[in-house]
């Protein structure tokens, strides 16, 4: 790279044998050589003196003195020529990454790019013309590159090498671990840090006949919020709950539509449902355009939450505001021809997908999937776990909890559930709702 003009003061200081700021042996070089350059007029080989005599001792020529003198800064610059080609040949020494190509993946451990689909193990240039000895031993050099890595190196194809073959993948045989991947809620290290669902929210919010909890169902924790109380302190008695889209969670009693405010921790009751015989209602789920489906029985109604979405918007939380609002159901649909009953919740996926747990069954609850339009079911099979009172999903999963305190996951394709995790009778959950964030 071309040096930049040097200051009239640097220059000076370098006259006078000083080092300027800015001095450097590779900055210097150029100015070095013009002391060193070897004589090319012929008056440069002029004797200064009288030339000394040959000695009588000998008869060996001896060489003339301006000759050595002369040769002496020739040498001089030759080694700083070599000097100079050792330590100023880069600016940097520090390693870099390399960067491979598309049918290459990088081996961390010794910074270099291999094959990603393994070698020939044939000889790559086909030489046949070089002989070599049949009795030499061929032993190979360990500090050699590397193996070329075969297929089996990157088992699941996220293109991260495993640490067996010098990468960094700490889990080959899943495609979401790798260095540099999403952090996702799935109770792993997907980031092969160490850290386990770091920077995500992982949990969703269930509550018992008194008071309001996020469960996450990686760690099998449930953290208390909140009691479930209004502006007087007196309890709600909440039969399920569930997140509208805009983030606000509401609750459903007997009769009334609540909605949590969550920055004083009451519950404000915003409209009262009881416009039409709905029956007995245990189960609330709130789609992804913000329509309201209450289960009652062996029917489900549809609520339309609009107005109440333009009060909150207009007036917060405040109570008074909602003092009038009557909301009276869109509709009433039969859940699979009187077959089904709900046992205690309903939820819509991020498929918009509606499902319902059933107590037909005496012995155990079943996952029913069920049309909102026209009111068809589809029996997923049976869970084998009873009174499932709150359904969550989340995360790609289907998440179950019970009067009795366990925590499961259910197979949404056959409706099978498997406990991940038992709170004891002392978390007797009556409903679940998703977080925004899931």
């Given at each position: 790279?071309?040096?930049?003009?040097?200051?009239?003061?640097?220059?000076?200081?370098?006259?006078?044998?000083?080092?300027?700021?800015?001095?450097?042996?590779?900055?210097?070089?150029?100015?070095?050589?013009?002391?060193?350059?070897?004589?090319?007029?012929?008056?440069?080989?002029?004797?200064?003196?009288?030339?000394?005599?040959?000695?009588?001792?000998?008869?060996?020529?001896?060489?003339?003195?301006?000759?050595?003198?002369?040769?002496?800064?020739?040498?001089?610059?030759?080694?700083?020529?070599?000097?100079?080609?050792?330590?100023?040949?880069?600016?940097?020494?520090?390693?870099?990454?390399?960067?491979?190509?598309?049918?290459?993946?990088?081996?961390?451990?010794?910074?270099?790019?291999?094959?990603?689909?393994?070698?020939?193990?044939?000889?790559?240039?086909?030489?046949?013309?070089?002989?070599?000895?049949?009795?030499?031993?061929?032993?190979?050099?360990?500090?050699?590159?590397?193996?070329?890595?075969?297929?089996?190196?990157?088992?699941?194809?996220?293109?991260?090498?495993?640490?067996?073959?010098?990468?960094?993948?700490?889990?080959?045989?899943?495609?979401?671990?790798?260095?540099?991947?999403?952090?996702?809620?799935?109770?792993?290290?997907?980031?092969?840090?160490?850290?386990?669902?770091?920077?995500?929210?992982?949990?969703?919010?269930?509550?018992?006949?008194?008071?309001?909890?996020?469960?996450?169902?990686?760690?099998?924790?449930?953290?208390?919020?909140?009691?479930?109380?209004?502006?007087?302190?007196?309890?709600?008695?909440?039969?399920?709950?569930?997140?509208?889209?805009?983030?606000?969670?509401?609750?459903?009693?007997?009769?009334?539509?609540?909605?949590?405010?969550?920055a004083e921790n009451v519950w404000i009751?915003?409209?009262?449902?009881?416009?039409?015989?709905?029956?007995?209602?245990?189960?609330?789920?709130?789609?992804?355009?913000?329509?309201?489906?209450?289960?009652?029985?062996?029917?489900?109604?549809?609520?339309?939450?609009?107005?109440?979405?333009?009060?909150?918007?207009?007036?917060?939380?405040?109570?008074?505001?909602?003092?009038?609002?009557?909301?009276?159901?869109?509709?009433?649909?039969v859940t699979g021809d009187d077959t089904?009953?709900?046992?205690?919740?309903?939820?819509?996926?991020?498929?918009?997908?509606?499902?319902?747990?059933?107590?037909?069954?005496?012995?155990?609850?079943?996952?029913?999937?069920?049309?909102?339009?026209?009111?068809?079911?589809?029996?997923?099979?049976?869970?084998?776990?009873?009174?499932?009172?709150?359904?969550?999903?989340?995360?790609?999963?289907?998440?179950?909890?019970?009067?009795?305190?366990?925590?499961?996951?259910?197979?949404?394709?056959?409706?099978?559930?498997?406990?991940?995790?038992?709170?004891?009778?002392?978390?007797?959950?009556?409903?679940?709702?998703?977080?925004?964030?899931?």
């Amino acid at each position: 790279m071309r040096q930049p003009r040097r200051s009239h003061s640097a220059r000076a200081a370098d006259d006078q044998g000083q080092a300027s700021p800015r001095s450097h042996l590779c900055d210097i070089a150029p100015k070095s050589r013009q002391h060193f350059l070897f004589p090319t007029s012929p008056a440069s080989f002029r004797a200064v003196g009288p030339r000394p005599k040959p000695s009588v001792a000998t008869n060996i020529p001896q060489r003339p003195p301006m000759m050595r003198s002369s040769l002496a800064p020739l040498l001089a610059l030759l080694l700083l020529t070599s000097a100079l080609l050792v330590g100023c040949g880069s600016d940097s020494t520090a390693s870099t990454t390399p960067t491979c190509s598309a049918d290459e993946l990088l081996d961390q451990q010794a910074n270099a790019c291999v094959p990603r689909n393994g070698g020939d193990e044939s000889d790559a240039g086909d030489d046949n013309d070089t002989d070599i000895a049949p009795d030499v031993d061929l032993e190979p050099d360990a500090d050699d590159e590397p193996d070329t890595p075969g297929p089996e190196c990157d088992a699941d194809n996220d293109g991260v090498l495993s640490y067996a073959c010098g990468g960094a993948d700490c889990n080959d045989n899943d495609p979401f671990t790798y260095p540099g991947a999403i952090e996702i809620c799935d109770g792993k290290d997907n980031t092969c840090n160490g850290l386990i669902d770091e920077g995500v929210s992982c949990s969703f919010f269930a509550h018992t006949s008194d008071g309001l909890y996020s469960i996450n169902p990686f760690e099998g924790t449930a953290d208390r919020e909140s009691d479930l109380v209004d502006w007087d302190g007196n309890l709600v008695r909440l039969l399920d709950i569930d997140t509208h889209p805009n983030g606000v969670l509401f609750g459903v009693t007997r009769n009334d539509l609540y909605a949590f405010y969550d920055a004083e921790n009451v519950w404000i009751r915003v409209a009262w449902m009881g416009g039409a015989d709905i029956g007995e209602p245990n189960g609330l789920a709130i789609d992804g355009f913000g329509t309201a489906y209450v289960t009652a029985e062996n029917s489900f109604l549809k609520f339309d939450l609009a107005e109440v979405e333009a009060l909150l918007n207009e007036y917060g939380f405040d109570e008074m505001a909602f003092d009038d609002l009557v909301l009276s159901p869109e509709e009433i649909i039969v859940t699979g021809d009187d077959t089904y009953i709900s046992s205690g919740d309903c939820v819509v996926n991020k498929q918009n997908t509606f499902y319902m747990t059933s107590k037909h069954d005496r012995e155990q609850d079943h996952l029913v999937e069920i049309d909102r339009s026209t009111g068809d079911a589809i029996n997923r099979g049976p869970t084998g776990f009873d009174r499932i009172y709150g359904l969550t999903a989340g995360w790609s999963k289907l998440f179950g909890i019970t009067s009795s305190g366990e925590l499961l996951e259910i197979n949404a394709a056959d409706g099978s559930a498997e406990l991940i995790h038992d709170f004891g009778d002392s978390k007797r959950w009556y409903g679940s709702a998703s977080t925004p964030q899931r």
